[in-house]
């Protein structure tokens, strides 16, 4: 078990300092739909107070509310005991609030300490005083930071660090954490949450953002659960048990990634063989080779950067290969563009649903559309079938469970959980032979992650190959038949995870080949 997950000594609601935040009835609506309704967070200084929903319940609304993205319908906000209404962002950072996102915002042609003091500059101007400043606030939160360094050539944990160095530098005493170790080893994890308890024995304090369960346990003082847009009830994370917690956010026990018994065929489906690609002069992928059978999960681990994406875009032809082949069957795919290869039988969930896998600003059925727009049912010869596509979106919905108004209303409207189920969905129609899934349950909830696990269980064990790259090791561990560790663009390791630990792919992933 990683030590990250093993609960934190922690403080119980109330033992620490006096109120950091307190939201009071916060209500918040959309055009049919009701984010926040009459929501209440009360937050002690000095602690780390997470904050716990599917996605849908509340949680994004909420934390955009108390930063100054969005004005509440009603309620009060007060920080420090002062009433406030942030109209902006930049209010809510001049009341020392600070936001590190989920998806990070970095220049990566800027140094880090570019990075940092871009947009503060009248802080502490851009010289010697700067990098001074920058290197106090590293060696406060207790890490290491390289301000000359291009942003570019930092790994993830590196780029997270930048990122609440970023707030820091903005005198953010208040700090908002979405989701920080999605895309986190469990070694970065154990850093990440040495960092927290560093800072919050300093006083700073921390609105911390997850759906992983045994994480949000292990270093939350207080957890509060949201659902369906209301206050559920504020815990102390000593006092409750991770199936309590789903059991509060979803009304379930927690779901368990596991695939069952072996469906695994000798039928080859994907074949790769001695890939490279290169960027910038940079070797990117180097001399991979990589087969999936029909019936079987081949999952790649690897810390984010290390080449994971860029195989992926080599595979579904997105990116130019120096040098290999790919053979989908007995068919060589290597030349053919992305249309012609999902024609031939490949799915794609991608790694960002928002820039790859949806237009957010149309409507359900056109999404159904997208990548498919030469086939069945949704196009009748060289014509889309309009009719077509509603009818197979709305089918889609019911079957994948997708919570939505209707297929009319548009992608941007669901919450991430239901934005993935539809693009799971839509890549799992037309009967594909191979499904390469980029982190599918990346930032959903364990409702929505529960159901994506048994659908790429079904199709699965009716002869789907799937190539699955993951973050997430228990995910990894828990549905693959065979993994594969990627390091610095090469497969290095191989591991069956009947038996390897989330340490051991852990250390694999940064460069301890000998780990598994």
């Known amino acids: 078990m990683n030590t990250s997950t093993a609960p934190d000594s922690g403080r119980p609601p109330g033992a620490a300092g006096p109120r950091a935040v307190e939201l009071t009835g ?47 319908d009603s309620g009060t906000i007060r920080v420090r005991g002062d009433q406030v209404r942030f109209r902006s962002p930049a209010e809510a950072i001049r009341a020392g609030i600070g936001m590190v996102h989920q998806h990070f915002m970095l220049a990566d042609n800027l140094t880090v300490l570019e990075n940092i003091v871009l947009g503060a500059e009248g802080e502490h101007g851009i010289g010697a005083r700067a990098r001074r400043r920058v290197l106090a606030l590293a060696e406060q939160a207790g890490f290491e930071v390289r301000p000359d360094v291009l942003v570019e050539r930092l790994g993830v944990a590196d780029r997270q660090r930048v990122e609440i ?36 024995e300093q006083g700073f304090t921390f609105l911390f953002i997850s759906h992983k369960l045994d994480e949000v346990r292990a270093i939350a ?53 001695g890939l490279s690609a290169s960027e910038q002069d940079r070797m990117v992928l180097a001399d991979i080779d990589l087969a999936v059978h029909a019936g079987e999960v081949v999952g790649i681990a690897g810390v984010e950067g290390n080449g994971q994406t860029e195989l992926v875009e080599a595979i579904m032809g997105m990116r130019p290969v120096d040098a290999g082949r790919i053979e989908l069957g007995e068919r060589d795919l290597t030349g053919l563009s992305t249309l012609a290869r999902r024609a031939a039988g490949i799915g794609y969930v991608p790694e960002d649903r928002h820039r790859q896998g949806l237009l957010l600003d149309e409507s359900l059925w056109f999404n159904r559309i997208l990548g498919h727009q030469t ?31 209707g297929i009319e209303v548009d992608a941007a409207a669901l919450s991430g959980g239901n934005q993935q189920k539809l693009v799971v969905g839509r890549e799992l129609s037309g009967d594909p032979v191979l499904l390469i899934a980029a982190h599918p349950t990346r930032g959903v909830d364990v409702g929505a992650q529960s159901g994506i696990w048994d659908h790429l269980r079904a199709a699965r064990a009716a002869g789907l190959a799937v190539l699955l790259i993951s973050a997430d090791l228990d995910e990894l561990i828990g549905l693959s038949d065979t993994i594969r560790v990627m390091y610095r663009g090469r497969l290095v390791a191989a591991a069956d995870p009947r038996s390897v630990t989330p340490q051991e792919l852990g250390a694999a992933m940064t460069g301890a080949q000998e780990a598994v």
């Open 26 to 72: 916060i209500t918040k609506t959309f055009p049919g739909v009701v984010a926040n309704s009459d929501v209440n967070l009360s937050v002690r200084s000095g602690e780390v107070h997470a904050l716990c929903g599917e996605n849908g319940a509340g949680k994004s609304t909420l934390m955009k509310i108390l930063y100054g993205m969005q004005a509440p």
């Open 165 to 200: 160095l970023k707030v820091l530098y903005r005198g953010a005493r208040i700090i908002i954490l979405d989701e920080p170790t999605a895309v986190l080893v469990p070694q970065e994890v154990d850093e990440l949450f040495a960092t927290l308890r560093t800072m919050r």
């Open 221 to 273: 003082d207080t957890i509060t659960v949201l659902r369906r847009g209301t206050t559920v009830g504020t815990v102390a994370a000593t006092a409750v048990s991770s199936h309590r917690l789903a059991e509060m956010m979803v009304g379930s026990e927690l779901p368990v990634p596991e695939h069952g018994a072996s469906t695994v065929t000798d039928r080859e489906v994907l074949a790769v063989s």
């Open 375 to 405: 086939r069945r049912p949704v196009a009748r010869g060289r014509w889309l079938d309009r009719q077509g596509a509603k009818a197979d979106a709305q089918r889609i919905v019911e079957q994948f469970d997708v919570r939505t108004p």
